[in-house]
């Protein structure tokens, strides 16, 4: 895990935003997100507590208004193409019901962030 999060902050200070706040907001999406990781990719059948505490708080986020959920979305999609991660759709779909969290962001491997 501390090799992603090295990862993570080298990718945000090489392809980040030149907006530190928009940098630093990727940088809590992604860290709140990795939790979920070894879920969504298949490794483990179900979600994590902590992987589901995590949907909640980025959900909050996203539920806060303005462009937090295309924001989210966006720093996903990002971070999920650069190290090429390779989402499972059927577990993608799965994540709300398993942790009983309505995702006001979109995950998938075909993230639109626009809508």
């Given at each position: 895990m501390a090799q992603l999060f090295a990862c993570v902050s080298i990718f945000l200070l090489v392809c980040g935003s030149a907006n530190a706040q928009a940098t630093q907001f990727c940088a809590y999406a992604w860290n709140e997100f990795s939790n979920c990781l070894r879920f969504v990719t298949g490794l483990y059948s179900d979600p994590s507590a902590q992987c589901c505490e995590s949907m909640?708080?980025?959900?909050?986020?996203?539920?806060?208004?303005?462009?937090?959920?295309?924001?989210?979305?966006?720093?996903?999609?990002?971070?999920a193409s650069v190290y090429g991660i390779p989402f499972v759709a059927s577990i993608i779909q799965d994540l709300p019901m398993k942790c009983n969290e309505h995702l006001s962001f979109p995950i998938s491997n075909s993230m639109n962030c626009t809508q």
């Open positions: 909640r708080t980025l959900n909050m986020k996203a539920k806060s208004g303005g462009v937090a959920p295309r924001n989210i979305c966006q720093c996903i999609e990002d971070m």
